[in-house]
């Protein structure tokens, strides 16, 4: 299994409060990714990063931003959580953008509850 | 921008019995992948099987196939004598070469297989 680990696994909070979930990877690869799930939606991409401090937006990276200081962590912030932002975040990475059938793997996702 | 579509929000199969999961996709770019992936009840993603648009062969990976029909654009998932553990959401998702590797996902069929 790839080594991907988000953290916290479950988190509960209020609206308007500031919330950042990390995913720490150990396989070195370059391109790390933010989804939310949300049901009748799918994941849909808030954030990647293609490198150290290269980050670009998603479909849906309003109300989020994200850092990458160091090619194992990318982290995910919402400055003021608002309810709307309650989902399952999930990262993911990938090895290369050059070998074609180099599928994403996914982290275990994080339950974020926004009261 | 690429698109896939998923009409099919639950399935039913007899266990043992062989089932298609319908995807359809839509993207104006020569080059791309598709990608299949499998959630369980337990909320990881499990990459199961990818197509590449120029792939002259359908892919296969174990009981998974892959109906490829590239001028209708679609991408079905043949799973072959259903398992009780093949009860699961399955995503299917389009990575078009080029864009640092990101996917878009469809919103995903639950299959539920049955004694």
């Known amino acids: 299994d790839a080594g991907i680990t988000q953290s916290p696994r479950h988190k509960v909070t209020e609206t308007g409060t500031p919330v950042t979930l990390r995913c720490h990877q150990t396989?070195?690869?370059?391109?790390m990714y933010w989804y939310r799930q949300d049901p009748g939606h799918g994941l849909r991409l808030i954030h990647y990063?293609?490198?150290?401090?290269?980050?670009d937006k998603g479909e849906v990276s309003d109300g989020y931003s994200v850092s990458r200081s160091k090619t194992e962590d990318f982290l995910l912030t919402l400055e003021s959580a608002t309810s709307s932002q309650t989902s399952v975040y999930f990262c993911?990475?990938?090895?290369?953008?050059?070998?074609?059938?180099?599928?994403?793997?996914f982290g275990d996702g994080t339950r974020l509850s926004i009261l | 921008a690429q698109k896939i579509t998923q009409t099919q929000p639950g399935m039913f199969v007899q266990e043992k019995e062989a089932v298609t999961l319908d995807c359809t996709y839509d993207?104006?770019?020569?080059?791309?992948?598709l990608f299949w992936y499998k959630q369980p009840s337990s909320g990881e993603m499990i990459f199961l099987i990818y197509?590449?648009?120029?792939?002259?062969q359908n892919a296969t990976e174990g009981r998974y196939s892959l109906n490829f029909q590239k001028a209708r654009k679609s991408a079905n998932l043949v799973i072959s004598a259903s398992q009780l553990g093949d009860s699961a959401m399955y995503f299917c998702?389009?990575?078009?070469?080029?864009?640092?590797?990101?996917?878009?996902f469809g919103t995903g069929t639950r299959l539920q297989v049955t004694l």
């Open positions: 197509q590449g648009s120029y792939d002259e």
């Open positions: 998702a389009i990575r078009n070469t080029g864009t640092a590797s990101k996917l878009t």
């Open positions: 993911a990475i990938s090895e290369s953008i050059n070998i074609p059938g180099k599928p994403q793997h």
């Open positions: 993207t104006s770019d020569q080059s791309y992948g």
């Open positions: 396989e070195n690869h370059r391109y």
């Open positions: 990063s293609y490198g150290v401090k290269d980050t």
